[in-house]
């Protein structure tokens, strides 16, 4: 399957009510989209970091009532799983796509992205662009834009991974869901490289 994009009926899907009938349609309409994703990019991805980076799709598996409000695949240096590294994330809420880099709160990594963070604000804050977000949950579909933020901002981000035990951390990119390059698959899989070549030195420094 070559990736042929994501169209608003797959955006629709994130709105399903019940659990069983929203996972149905994520798993006929969406996940073969993002396993056709993973193909795609973990080639490139790979050679920006200079490790194998495998991917991994979302499952919902631990879900028992509430349906998911999101969708995603992520890559990671570890073929078992990748919630424990820092990881490179695309996926989808019912109002955007995010292309993002991300430590979330189970990773033992949030500490050493601290560190950097804390270290390299002023080069953090000239290397991301005005356009990318900071978020600080990846459940929440909202986040800060970074042109809002400043050296103090990101200070308080760090200071935040290191005393609070569920902190998390994502930047990147959000890509509305009318935007018309989500219909390109071509153009949408260059727009994601360019993302995470950009992310690459965040990523770099959570290790």
């Avoid at 042929?4 to 073969?32: N, W, Y």
């Avoid at 950097?116 to 600080?136: G, M």
């Avoid at 869901?177 to 071509?186: A, E, F, K, T, Y």
Wanted: hydrophobic share 35%; aromatic share 10%.
């Amino acid at each position: 399957m070559t990736f042929p994009g994501f169209s608003k009926q797959d955006f629709d899907c994130m709105t399903i009510p019940g659990l069983e009938p929203r996972m149905e349609a994520i798993i006929d309409q969406v996940r073969p989209k993002l396993t056709s994703l993973g193909s795609e990019i973990s080639p490139y991805l790979s050679a920006l970091c200079g490790e194998e980076m495998y991917p991994h799709v979302a499952k919902h598996a631990r879900r028992t009532i509430n349906p998911p409000n999101d969708t995603w695949i992520a890559w990671a240096s570890n073929k078992r799983g990748y919630k424990a590294l820092p990881h490179f994330q695309v996926g989808m809420f019912s109002t955007h796509l995010f292309i993002i880099f991300a430590v979330i709160y189970e990773s033992p990594n949030k500490v050493t992205f601290a560190d950097y963070l804390e270290k390299h604000t002023t080069k953090v804050q000239k290397l991301v662009p005005d356009h990318f977000y900071w978020s600080t949950d990846h459940l929440d579909p909202s986040g800060t834009l970074h042109k809002e933020s400043d050296n103090q901002t990101l200070k308080t981000l760090a200071e935040r991974l290191k005393t609070v035990k569920k902190s998390e951390i994502m930047c990147g990119l959000r890509v509305e869901r009318d935007n018309p390059i989500l219909q390109d698959g071509s153009g949408l899989i260059s727009t994601i490289e360019e993302t995470f070549a950009t992310l690459l030195p965040l990523y770099k420094g959570s290790f």
